[in-house]
């Protein structure tokens, strides 16, 4: 089985320039924890809502590109599931782009 078989196609994303609570917020409408973050279409990292929240208990006026990592581990749709689930599994990670 290959990583484009079971990988979400529509996602939900944020810029890097917006507020960490309205990442927090989008999270929240919904339902989910983590959000890629994009600049001119390209995904730049996946923030999560630990990210976040750690963030929004400390100070206000952060925007997602000052608390976000600069490391992005991806994979292709054509790779093998399994080859996905041993880096998510080795690098406990939550989600990997595609």
Do not use: W
Not at 42 to 65: A, C, F, P, Q, S
Not at 83 to 95: F, G, L, R
Request: charged share 25%.
């Amino acid at each position: 089985m290959l990583v484009k078989d079971c990988m979400t196609k529509d996602l939900i994303t944020i810029s890097a320039r917006e507020d960490v609570h309205y990442g927090f917020y989008l999270l929240k409408k919904h339902n989910i924890r983590q959000l890629p973050v994009t600049n001119n279409g390209y995904i730049l990292v996946i923030i999560t809502e630990r990210d976040l929240r750690m963030v929004i208990e400390k100070e206000y006026g952060i925007n997602i590109e000052s608390t976000m990592s600069k490391y992005l581990h991806t994979i292709t749709e054509y790779d093998a599931i399994e080859t996905a689930a041993k880096i998510i599994h080795d690098n406990k990670y939550n989600a990997l782009p595609v």
